[in-house]
């Protein structure tokens, strides 16, 4: 390198920035001279130089990965969750320019709620010919079962959201407004905090809003609206499920207000009312805060093809006793069409002009406007009023001659179906890529939320910036960069240095009720149980993968028949274990001779079940289910887990002697799993059900490992090499040593691996603890007979214990198994399956199929 | 005319269900040709949740939740209805064409109404409207296109697309289901009242003219000499057109007439999907069987 010191420092090419002609750009303004308020900022920058920030990027990235951050893409068939990306420089907007945005979000935030009140009201603005009938009743966000279920709450309408761009003049414009389900608060949240990880000296010098204020006030303003219980209402979030491109953030505002995550069938309504499902019981909910779309809320009057719902939800919001966030209905509000009408609305409702203009639009319905949009394609961008799959909008200019005559001809049909709209140019923003500093395109989504009588937005928002430099869209779909937004306080308002966020207890709580913890919902219940099976199946499957590994390298290199005997002991148990036959079960010779490719199937095809691989992803697809339970360093452990085996060894181009030290690694990994949860949660019904997974599945897998390995009689060199794989397996050779000190007889192996109370990898041990487990957990009061589960579990226990090891190894001669143990491992197992199958039946009430009846009684009619 | 009808629906299940919530439209509800004075369901297992109320569209509707365990549920809907045939004679007043009604609603949209227009026509332009089971279409429009003559007067545009529906079509229980998308009725010129009720109403919103679906039930009169059954009656559907200052004229394609004294209104709205007479969501139950017996019964009538 031949840079000067100084050369160096001015790495990040501020010098080099080239903005687009006539476009506004949030640093440069339209001057190409760095505007005062940014210059502090461009600074720090400057004297870190590149290398320094892409240190400091690529380590925001890892935070956001650790924490599980992620945006998943819709129609990706992986179902594949992609890590949330997030450019280490802000989005800067001074404080006089913020106020004037905050006041344009409040304004528009009071004038829809006005709008919404009206439509599911008297609609007086339809009858008044404010707005046209065909632009409300052609909207699909127009729910007519919703008319009359608003509550006369101050406000109804109590999240909202924009999307704003800046554009050429420097002017902010509403690009459409947000009133479904607002989505994007959380990760504006999440992208703050790892900002204030990766630039706390920065962040330490300039003064920027803090973030937290918006949420208490998310927290008050959830409370309000709730018609019962206002001191203290129940609070639920309603997903559609891990599958939700954002449902990362529903799990994180879940875990971050202390709300219960949940999905359509954790809830039921009884009496008109809405009950979550938990383990406890039916718990009444006060307020939903929804994150599924008001159409799919209620199969019974929305869409009747919903699975993502509550049936009777509407009929409970009627009889007011649930309120939603947002109202069912809201998403009339999203209605493009709109915006040409919302100037008039403001004069008329507020009597006010609005602060923050929207991009110009027409709407086809009005014959002059229709004929406006025919006439000038070629300039406009085209939008269906209601939102499409494909999101899409067709860009005029962008439409061969055949597209446009098509487009001509469907807006001449219904023209009510279409707006045209101004094409906006938005304002660049400066984006890190490539170690430089270049422009990008940029929106900028604000939030907003009901405080009691007025709304509240936060300080700064989520901004999204477009991937390439031509990009004039931008999406999150297809992969565009997320950006933390700075609104820098002035001197006056100086909010001091940023602290840590504190706001784990919801804010309305009297701090005396904070021990209250919330139900759980059953299927919250599963999902803990089968993060408890898999994590186990995991775990056991590692040990004895590098217990055959050992053997293996032991054959190869002393070339002993009694090794290759009892190695392919071994690699029978291994497919019996992992159940993914035919595998070393095959009567091939050559799958025993050359058991390379089948180890390494096992370790990484995560197509195969019962492979590593599949265990790992079903493990880590369970936990993610339950996202909002986990402490982040829980979660990190997760992460880990599934980061490296797929980096190692599922996308990784391993030789089967690298794979012995990376299960080393994976076994340590489940370890800290294990411990930071027997460390962090509250032995209640959900440690209670993680516990009984876990039991149930690790002596599931240790009696099939005995029945593969035991139950055959070999010669004593084998046996002793095969008995001595099972203990180092089950990780207790050193007990096995330390308390017998002598040669490895089979009777001390069953005695200590079997029947051994005190042992913790013994199938008495699992057992003695699934009972302990299970007769703790809540069941229907008044109940005093034994359950099933509890019944089958004691039975299970009791016969083990009456077990001893001289019968269990009775043997005539002629006989090649031990067949009382082989009985007693197999009925054990069958009594296990049983305890699973009555747990399910039992505490995953969720899991209940519904069923659409119609008495379609049309047909018979005389003619 | 005075009738009583009786309607149930009885569905089997099974395996118990432990929870059922159910929205039912079988009480027929009062406008100017027809007065329900009693009306009342007879419910088993009896619901521990009952409530009625109006719908967006006036149409009465009960709602209600089986909320224990059961392999059965009956539902049985009792109404007596009067009907005041020939109340108006819409032939003696003043006849719009077809072009004046539809521009009449097209000049008229975003534009403040009288008092007296402001609801009704309000209600009427959202049934020009696409609705989830009846989309307007080129098809449609094509097929229709015979009967809308320039200047004619609707009437007689809708009474000519009833009858040119009532003679292309045939009537086949088997060959439609409620899933039966509009546009294979339209080709295989087959199908019920439900479809062809769809079809007028799919003609008529092709050429921005409003008109409605309404579900009910028909009279059936046994043939001469022969006793009259019990039970074998069934549900019927039509369309009605609206027609500015005369107001909604009822159609029914599949008997080619308008309905007089014969036809007993349930409910209406954009389509079926709005007046479904009886559906719900049950938790549990594996399979399920559903059987239905209606019973229109004359009590007396008032003309003869």
């Known amino acids: 390198m031949h840079s000067s010191p100084i050369e160096l420092a001015n790495d990040i090419g501020v010098q080099f920035y080239e903005t687009r002609l006539g476009v506004y750009d949030e640093m440069v303004a339209t001057e190409h001279k760095v505007l005062p308020y940014w210059q502090d900022f461009i600074n720090a920058l400057e004297t870190m130089g590149s290398e320094e920030i892409e240190r400091r990027r690529r380590e925001a990235q890892r935070l956001l990965r650790e924490n599980g951050v992620t945006y998943n893409v819709y129609g990706d068939t992986q179902k594949l969750t992609r890590p949330w990306r997030l450019d280490p420089i802000p989005l800067l907007i001074s404080n006089e320019e913020w106020a004037v945005i905050d006041a344009g979000l409040k304004q528009r935030a009071m004038l829809l709620d006005f709008i919404l009140k009206d439509i599911y009201g008297e609609q007086a603005l339809l009858k008044k010919g404010l707005l046209p009938a065909e632009l409300i009743f052609a909207h699909q966000g127009f729910l007519h079962p919703c008319r009359g279920t608003l509550q006369n709450q101050p406000i109804d309408l109590t999240l909202y959201s924009a999307n704003l761009v800046r554009g050429d003049k420097g002017r902010f414009w509403v690009l459409d407004d947000r009133t479904q389900a607002p989505s994007g608060s959380g990760y504006a949240l999440e992208n703050r905090t790892v900002m204030t990880r990766v630039l706390p000296d920065i962040l330490r010098d300039i003064q920027v809003h803090r973030l937290s204020s918006f949420f208490k006030g998310l927290g008050k303003g959830l409370a309000n609206i709730a018609l019962h219980n206002k001191d203290n209402p129940r609070v639920v979030v309603l997903t559609p499920g891990p599958f939700n491109e954002t449902y990362f953030e529903h799990a994180y505002l879940a875990s971050y207000l202390g709300y219960t995550l949940v999905q359509g069938d954790d809830l039921t309504v009884r009496d008109g009312h809405v009950w979550l499902k938990s383990l406890e019981g039916l718990q009444h909910v006060d307020v939903i805060l929804r994150r599924v779309d008001d159409s799919f809320c209620d199969p019974l009057e929305l869409r009747i093809d919903s699975r993502l719902g509550v049936t009777g939800l509407l009929e409970a919001v009627r009889r007011g006793n649930v309120a939603i966030a947002n109202p069912l209905g809201s998403s009339v509000l999203e209605n493009p069409g709109l915006l040409a009408f919302l100037p008039k609305l403001a004069r008329y409702f507020l009597s006010e002009e609005l602060i923050l203009p929207s991009v110009a639009t027409w709407w086809c319905g009005q014959p002059r406007e229709r004929d406006f949009v025919l006439q000038n394609l070629d300039k406009l961008d085209i939008k269906q009023i209601n939102r499409r799959q494909d999101n899409g909008f067709l860009a005029g200019n962008s439409l061969s001659a055949a597209q446009k005559e098509a487009l001509k001809a469907a807006i001449i049909a219904k023209p009510h179906l279409y707006v045209g709209q101004e094409q906006v140019s938005p304002a660049t923003v400066p984006a890190f890529i490539s170690h430089r500093i270049q422009p990008r395109t940029a929106v900028l989504r604000s939030f907003v939320v009901a405080n009691g009588d007025g709304y509240l937005v936060m ?405 | 005319m005075k009738y009583r009808i009786t309607h149930t629906t009885t569905y089997n299940y099974s395996q118990a269900v432990g929870l059922c919530q159910n929205q039912a439209r079988l009480q027929p509800r009062n406008f100017w040709r027809q007065y329900c004075g009693h009306s009342h369901f007879e419910i088993e297992p009896t619901p521990k949740d009952y409530r009625e109320l109006l719908d967006y569209f006036g149409n009465r509707l009960a709602y209600f939740a089986i909320q224990q365990p059961h392999k059965q549920l009956v539902v049985t809907a009792i109404s007596e209805v009067s009907l005041f045939p020939g109340r108006q004679r819409h032939e003696l007043l003043p006849q719009s064409t077809w072009q004046q009604v539809r521009d009449y609603f097209q000049e008229s949209s975003g534009q403040e109404l009288s008092k007296q227009q402001t609801q009704a026509l309000l209600e009427a332009r959202q049934y020009i409207l696409d609705s989830p089971m009846v989309t307007a279409t080129p098809d449609l429009a094509d097929y229709a296109r015979p009967s809308f003559q320039a200047d004619r007067p609707l009437l007689e545009v809708v009474t000519d697309l009833m009858q040119r529906i009532y003679s292309d079509f045939t009537y086949d229980p088997a060959s439609t289901t409620i899933a039966t998308p509009l546009l294979e009725v339209l080709a295989q010129r087959r199908g019920v009242c439900q479809d062809f009720a769809h079809l007028a109403i799919g003609c008529l919103r092709s050429f921005g003219i409003p008109a409605r679906y309404v579900s009910g039930y028909l009279e059936t009169v046994p043939a001469l000499g022969k006793p009259r059954l019990v039970g074998v009656d069934a549900s019927h559907a039509w369309f009605a057109v609206y027609i500015p200052d005369i107001g909604w004229l009822d159609f029914d394609p599949t008997n080619n007439k308008m309905p007089h004294d014969q036809h007993i209104t349930l409910a209406w709205g954009r389509d079926y999907a709005d007046v479904t007479p009886l559906k719900g969501i049950a938790f549990g139950g594996g399979q399920h069987s559903l059987s239905v017996s209606v019973d229109v019964l004359r009590l007396h009538s008032a003309v003869s």
Not at chain 1, 556 to 575: I, P, Q, R, W, Y
Request: proline content about 4%; overall charge negative.
């Open chain 1, 459 to 863: 300080p700064g928002g989520l901004t999204r910036v477009a991937q390439d430099k031509d990009d004039v869209a931008v999406s999150n779909q297809a992969g565009g960069i997320s950006k933390d937004t700075w609104v820098l306080a002035s001197e006056a308002t100086n909010p001091g240095p940023p602290k840590p966020q504190l706001l784990r207890t919801p804010p309305n709580r009297v701090p005396v009720l904070d021990a209250i913890t919330e139900p759980l919902t059953s299927r919250a219940a599963d999902h803990l149980f089968w993060v408890g099976r898999y994590l186990e199946r995991t775990e056991a499957v590692a040990r004895l993968l590098r217990t055959v590994l050992l053997k293996y390298q032991d054959m190869l290199e002393f070339k002993d028949t009694v090794d290759s005997t009892a190695l392919a002991a071994l690699l029978h148990s291994l497919t019996h274990v992992t159940m993914t036959y035919p595998g070393f079960v095959s009567s091939h010779p050559d799958c025993l001779e050359q058991p390379q490719n089948e180890l390494l199937s096992l370790a990484k095809d995560s197509h195969r079940a019962g492979s590593l691989a599949a265990n790992i992803h079903a493990f880590v697809q369970s936990a993610y289910n339950i996202r909002d339970l986990w402490s982040q360093d829980t979660w990190r452990s997760v992460d880990n887990i599934q980061y490296r085996w797929n980096l190692r060894v599922v996308n990784g181009e391993i030789v089967i002697e690298q794979l012995q030290s990376y299960l080393d690694d994976l076994i340590t990994g489940v370890v800290a799993f294990s411990g930071l949860t027997s460390e962090t949660m509250t032995r209640e019904s959900g440690w209670l059900m993680l516990g009984s997974g876990r039991r149930l599945e690790r002596a599931l897998a240790l009696i099939s490992l005995l029945r593969a390995t035991l139950v055959q009689r070999y010669d004593a060199a084998v046996q002793n090499q095969v008995l001595e794989a099972v203990l180092f397996s089950t990780d207790s050779l050193i007990i096995y040593q330390r308390r017998y000190r002598s040669f490895i007889e089979l009777s001390a192996v069953l005695e200590l691996l079997l029947l051994d109370e005190s042992h913790p990898r013994s199938v008495t041990y699992q057992l003695r603890l699934l009972a302990e487990h299970i007769s703790a957990l809540p069941r229907e009061r008044g109940q005093r007979k034994l359950s099933e589960e509890e019944r089958l579990i004691i039975k299970a226990y009791t016969d083990l214990r009456l077990g001893n090891v001289v019968d269990l190894l009775k043997v005539d001669d002629d006989e090649g198994i031990y067949p009382h143990l082989e009985r007693l491992l197999a009925d054990t197992t069958k009594l296990l399956w049983g305890v699973a199958d009555t747990i399910a039946r039992a505490y995953f009430s969720h899991s209940q199929t519904s069923q659409l009846m119609t008495a379609n009684t049309i047909p018979e009619d005389e003619l």
